[in-house]
C-alpha cells in the first residue's frame, strides 16, 4: 500500500494558473435542468467530529479537518465553489488550510469546482489515474459510459495519482482509495475515521454506482468501456468490506442523508449512525445493474 504523507510543517507550492473559461451559469441550466437544484444553497454543518459538510444542498462535499491541515472531497458544480468556499469559511476554517483535494469521480457535477478551489487554496488535487486525466483536460472520453452527455468545465493542473488501496495523509488524517468503478472507470470512493474524544465513527465517502450511461451505450456490450460490469463487481465487493459506520454519496439522497439529517436535528443524536448503510447501498446497486443487464439481454 502507498501512503503519501504531508508534514505539518511542509508548505504545498503548487503552479496554480487561473482556471479556463467554462460554460456560464445560464448556458449550463439550458443543458442541465437539474443544475440549479444541485447548486441550491447548503449551510454547512458537521457530520462527525472532524467531518463537515460543506458542499450544496444537493451535490456532495467534505471537509476533513486537522490541525496540520485539511482535506477536501469533490467540488460540485463550477458554479458551486463560491458556495463551498463560503462554507468552509462559515465553518471558522481557513481554504488556505485545505492541502489536499480528492475526487470521487469526474464529471462535472462532482469535479466541475475544483479548478477553482485548487487555485483558491494550492491545494494538491489527487485522483485516480482515469479521472486525472479527465479532470487535466475538462472534458470526459469515449471511455465514460455517459460520453457524448456530459458537460465540460475549467482544467484542474498537477493532478497526482492515487492507486486502488492507497492512503492519503496529511498531518493526523488518513484517507483510504477505494476504486469503485463502474458509474466511470476512475470512480473512487473514500474511508477514513474520525473521533470525538473516545467516540470513533467510520464515514464512507462511496461514489455513484449507478449504471447510467448515453443512449447508444451498452455495459454487456461496448468497446469503449469493457470492464465496466466487472468494475461494477469490483467496487461492491470493496463497500461491502470496508467499516461503515456513516455513509455519505455525492448525491446525498443516494444515502438518504436529508431524512437523517432531519432525524438527528429533531434530537436523535446518532441518526447518522447506520452500521449497515454501505451493505444497503450496494444491495440497492446490484439491483439496479441487474436491471440494466436484464434490459439490454432483452433488447439486443
Not at 467531518?51 to 456532495?60: N, P
Not at 463560491?82 to 476554517?93: C, D, E, M, V
Amino acid at each position: 500500500m502507498m501512503h503519501f504523507h504531508f508534514l505539518p510543517a511542509l508548505a504545498i507550492a503548487l503552479a496554480v494558473t487561473a482556471p479556463a473559461a467554462a460554460q456560464s451559469p445560464a448556458s449550463r441550466s439550458a443543458e442541465c435542468p437539474s443544475c440549479a437544484e444541485w447548486n441550491a444553497p447548503q449551510h454547512p454543518f458537521r457530520v462527525f467530529a472532524n467531518t463537515y459538510w460543506v458542499g450544496t444542498h444537493g451535490l456532495g462535499t467534505i471537509l476533513v479537518t486537522s490541525p496540520q491541515g485539511h482535506v477536501l472531497i469533490d467540488g460540485g458544480l463550477p458554479e458551486s465553489a463560491p458556495l463551498i468556499l463560503a462554507n468552509i469559511q462559515a465553518l471558522g476554517f481557513s481554504v488556505k488550510d485545505v492541502k489536499v483535494i480528492l475526487n470521487s469521480h469526474a464529471h462535472f457535477d462532482h469535479a466541475g469546482g475544483i479548478a477553482e478551489l485548487q487555485r483558491a487554496s494550492g491545494a494538491m488535487v489527487m485522483a485516480s489515474p482515469w479521472s486525472a486525466g479527465v479532470l487535466e483536460r475538462g472534458t470526459s472520453g469515449p471511455g465514460d459510459p455517459q460520453y457524448g452527455a456530459l458537460l465540460s468545465y475549467a482544467p484542474v493542473h498537477d493532478v497526482h495519482i492515487v492507486a486502488d488501496g492507497d492512503t492519503v495523509r496529511v498531518g493526523s488524517l488518513a484517507l483510504v482509495a477505494h476504486f469503485t468503478g463502474g458509474h466511470t472507470p476512475g470512480g473512487t470512493s473514500w474511508s477514513w475515521r474520525s473521533c470525538d474524544g473516545t467516540r470513533c465513527r467510520d464515514i464512507v465517502y462511496a461514489d455513484s454506482q449507478t449504471p447510467v450511461s448515453a443512449d447508444d451505450f451498452l455495459f454487456t456490450h461496448n468497446t469503449t468501456y469493457p470492464n465496466a460490469i466487472a468494475d461494477f463487481e469490483h467496487g461492491f465487493a470493496a463497500l461491502e468490506q470496508a467499516p461503515c459506520d456513516i455513509l455519505l454519496t455525492p448525491h446525498p439522497d443516494a444515502s438518504g442523508l436529508w431524512e437523517r439529517v432531519a432525524a438527528r436535528d429533531a434530537g436523535d443524536a446518532d441518526a447518522l449512525v447506520r452500521p449497515g448503510a454501505c451493505r444497503a447501498f450496494v444491495a440497492s446497486a446490484r439491483d439496479r445493474l441487474a436491471q440494466r443487464v436484464a434490459k439490454e439481454a432483452g433488447t439486443h
